[in-house]
Structures are given as structure tokens and as C-alpha cells.
């Protein structure tokens, strides 16, 4: 099968020339899986170009054959699925149990784009509600916004980028993507698919590149919209640089968990095991901080303990892997300072540490310092602190004392306590009797604060992807 090329698409042409092409590295050995060639100004202007002259055309599609060809595209991702949960383990180190849920999911996606393409409904408006409309009527309908940048990271390359162009296209927009430099070849897989199912060539753009690159397409006034996923750096220059267009942003989070005095405490410990430490931790919410009712505590730490211990890391290609590696090495670094300032800033190592290379084995502190990066800044790793409390108040204080709001967890059989904590948490999204780290792809995703603006989630992107157009009819009588 050789060596895999990513190639950027501009213009209906996958560019490949005798420019010397980047090798792309898996995490877990270091080695290289294949290769990208990366794209220059001139051919994102190219893209941009391509994009603003056929965004009409794009947008005249019909509801029902955007709809087929999402279809059709999920079905062609069902029947590759093993290909493409390989290739994402291989590309960016997460275990093959991961990836094979994320291509799961990413079928899903597709799906429920396909079916929001054929909702994208308005209303109408009586004008008789004001004296000065007796013989008036609006109508509302949504209209596409045109040429949308779509910017994904690694942590879900594929689910990510179809939660982008599944309801961009739904909507009836050109996309242009910009994937992650660490994953450019499962992007490449998934644009070849896509336009295998149907997508017509003007409707897909698909540079590769570092930040540059996506700082030309969100600065230009022919895009109508940036959708960003992403760490909070990236979203605040994107804020800064934006200029008059929409914004999608989807940060970053340090999710809590509360873990209440009349919680299960055995279930607690075995789904914060497991949705704390798969994809090694790198997801926007999984779970980083568990605030445990003091009465509890060592039968939770216990409990937290030896699920953690069972979990196997090792290669993410094979099947019996929890837990794979993180992105490279680099972050595997500054996790393990992350750490190492952790305990010397006094809090107990429970459980794991061990580094070599990417691989860091699962970690669970207890009771690190309020001001560790570990609690107050985004770990995206394999790490977890267990903070003890005496009073639901104090927790409910201490998971909102956090630059982030993305989403949050509370166990507890208590329906005051259940209804307290979902009134008062500051966050998108409150899972009870679940962790921070549990999300279903058709429902609203994201965030307040410093986790960002707007929400994903076919039905909710592709609104947001979308504008209000009003026809007013007057009455001739």
C-alpha cells in the first residue's frame, strides 16, 4: 500500500508536485507513517478565490441532494471502517478501541448532517401584532453563509472535521479545511470519501499547513465564517483577527466532576477511570478535576485506584490497548513537569507517571495545590486530581473558579443536590450521575468562558452556519 501522501485539494486539483514533501510521524514509535506536502499562500488564495465565485452555485444544490450525498457518504465510511479506525491510531497514537468509536460516531455525523439538510426551516410572522402591520406577513427562511473555514485539531481528526463540513454542507456552504498538521493524512482519507460520495469539487477546499496558514483564510473577507476547534491561543487571535464574520470557537476545558457523599461510589470510580484516561486524556472534557465528599474519599481513591491500574497502555494499533500515547513527545515533556511541579508543590501521587516517549502511564494526584497548572490550567493528558470537599457550595465554587466552562459531571442520588449543582455549575453542559467526559454527537456541544462561542452539533452548527433571511409581503388590498 506504500506510503501515504496528504495532498492539499484547491480548486478541484489535489496539488503534488516536486516540492519536498513533510514527513508525518505516529507518536506511539516515532516513526513515519507517511508523508504531507503543505500548501502556500498563493493556493490558499487560490482556495479562496475558487471558493467566493462558487458559492452560488454551491448554495443552489437542492436540500434533498446534499442530503444523498451525506448518505452516501456514511455509508461509504461504514464500509471503511477498519481502515480508517487503523489509520487514526497509527496517525496520532490513540488506541484502536478509540478510534473505532470515533469512526462510529463520525458515521453518525454524517448521517445526522444529511438529515439537518433537510430541516433548515423559518417561520412566518403575523404583521398584525402591530397597528402599523394590519395588512403585512414575514417570512423567515435560512440561507447559507457562503464559504465557511473550517480549522480541526488531532485529538478526533475525523469526527472533528465531519461535526465541520457534515453541517456546512447541509447548509449549503463551500468549506475550506485547514486539519491539524499532526493529522493530514486521515483528513486527506476523509476528502477523497467525500468526494468519491458525490460532494461536487467546488464545494471542498483542503489546505495543509501550520498556523499561517489558517491565519490567511480567517483574516480574508471572502470567508463568511471561521469554525475553529482548537486551544484557547488559537481562539483568541482567531477573536482578534476575525474582523466583521461570524466566529465558531471550541476551546479548551479542565472539566470537574463532583462526587457527592450519596453517590455510587463503586460506578463513580469506574466511569471517572475510564472517561478520564481514554484518548489519553486528550479530549476538551475529559475529566481533569473529581471533587469527592470528604466521607467517601478513600473508598473512591481506592476504588479510582485499581480501575486505573487495570487499564493497559501499550501500542494504540492493538486491540487489547486502553490507553494509547499522547500527540508526540514534546507534550509528553511538559505533562510530566506538569506533575513533577504538582508534587513538589505537595500533592500525593496515587497512581502512575512512568513516561517513555508519547507514552505516559495514567495519573491520579490527590489534593494538589488549588494553583497547580495540573488544576487551573487545560492538562489535555492522562492526569487526574482528586480534591476532597466537606460542603456541595465549596465544590460547586471550586469547579466554577476555572477559566473554562465546557461541560461538568455530578454523581449523586439527591434530586436537591442533582438540581443545585445543574442550576449553579458555569458550563455548556452538566452531565448527572455521568462524568464531564460524555457527549452524544446531535446534541448541543460547547461552551461559556474561556471554552468559547456558539455550539456544535449537526442541527446547531448548520443553523449557525446558516443566515436569517425575512421577506416581508404586503398586502395590496
Not at 477523497?192 to 496558514?213: D, N, W, Y
Request: some cysteine; overall charge neutral; hydrophobic content about 45%.
Amino acid at each position: 500500500m506504500g506510503m501515504r501522501k496528504a495532498r492539499p485539494f484547491v480548486n478541484g486539483v489535489w496539488i503534488d508536485d516536486d516540492r519536498e514533501p513533510i514527513p508525518v510521524l505516529g507518536p506511539y514509535k516515532n516513526e513515519q507513517v507517511g508523508v504531507q506536502v503543505t500548501a502556500n499562500k498563493a493556493e490558499v488564495d487560490q482556495a479562496l478565490a475558487a471558493a467566493g465565485s462558487n458559492k452560488k452555485q454551491i448554495a443552489a444544490l437542492s436540500q434533498a441532494f446534499r442530503a444523498k450525498v451525506l448518505y452516501r457518504a456514511a455509508a461509504l465510511l461504514e464500509e471503511r471502517k477498519e481502515e480508517f479506525a487503523n489509520l487514526i491510531a497509527k496517525e496520532v497514537g490513540k488506541a484502536l478501541k478509540n478510534t473505532r468509536d470515533e469512526v462510529a460516531r463520525s458515521i453518525e455525523t454524517l448521517q445526522l448532517s444529511a438529515e439537518e439538510a433537510k430541516r433548515l426551516f423559518g417561520e412566518t410572522i403575523p404583521g398584525g401584532a402591530s397597528e402599523r402591520g394590519a395588512s403585512s406577513m414575514a417570512l423567515t427562511f435560512r440561507v447559507p453563509v457562503g464559504v465557511v473555514a473550517a480549522i480541526t485539531p488531532f485529538n478526533a481528526p475525523l469526527n472533528l472535521i465531519c461535526h465541520k463540513i457534515g453541517p456546512s454542507f447541509a447548509a449549503g456552504n463551500v468549506t475550506i479545511l485547514k486539519p491539524a498538521p499532526q493529522a493530514p493524512l486521515i483528513a486527506a482519507a476523509l476528502v477523497e470519501l467525500l468526494l468519491e460520495a458525490g460532494v461536487p469539487t467546488q464545494a471542498i477546499h483542503m489546505i495543509l499547513g501550520e498556523k499561517e496558514i489558517g491565519e490567511q483564510l480567517v483574516q480574508d473577507d471572502r470567508v463568511n465564517l471561521v469554525s475553529f476547534t482548537g486551544g484557547v491561543p488559537g481562539g483568541r487571535q482567531i477573536s482578534k483577527t476575525a474582523g466583521m464574520k461570524k466566529v465558531l470557537l471550541e476551546l479548551g476545558g479542565n472539566a470537574g466532576t463532583i462526587v457527592h457523599k450519596d453517590a455510587n461510589v463503586e460506578r463513580a470510580a469506574a466511569i471517572c477511570a475510564k472517561t478520564a484516561f481514554s484518548n489519553s486524556g486528550q479530549s476538551c472534557i475529559s475529566v481533569q478535576r473529581i471533587y469527592v465528599h470528604e466521607q467517601i474519599l478513600k473508598t473512591f481513591v481506592a476504588e479510582l485506584k485499581e480501575r486505573t491500574a487495570a487499564l493497559i497502555v501499550g501500542n494504540p494499533e492493538e486491540e487489547r490497548t486502553d490507553v494509547g500515547c499522547v500527540v508526540n513527545r514534546q507534550t509528553a515533556e511538559r505533562i510530566r513537569d506538569w506533575i513533577d511541579e504538582a508534587v513538589a508543590e505537595g500533592a500525593e501521587l496515587i497512581h502512575g507517571g512512568n513516561a517513555n516517549g508519547a507514552s505516559i502511564e495514567p495519573v491520579i494526584l490527590l489534593r494538589p495545590r488549588k494553583q497547580s497548572k495540573v488544576v487551573c490550567q487545560e492538562v489535555f493528558g492522562p492526569v487526574v486530581s482528586v480534591l476532597p470537599y466537606r460542603d456541595l457550595d465549596g465544590a460547586i465554587k471550586e469547579v466554577n473558579e476555572s477559566e473554562f466552562g465546557l461541560q461538568a459531571g455530578i454523581f449523586s442520588n439527591s434530586l436537591e443536590v442533582i438540581r443545585k449543582a445543574a442550576k449553579e455549575l458555569e458550563v455548556g453542559g452538566v452531565v448527572v450521575n455521568g462524568s464531564s467526559n460524555f457527549r452524544l454527537d446531535h446534541w448541543p456541544y460547547g461552551g461559556i468562558k474561556n471554552s468559547g462561542i456558539g455550539r456544535e452539533g449537526p442541527r446547531f452548527a448548520a443553523e449557525e452556519m446558516t443566515e436569517m433571511k425575512m421577506v416581508v409581503l404586503q398586502d395590496l388590498l
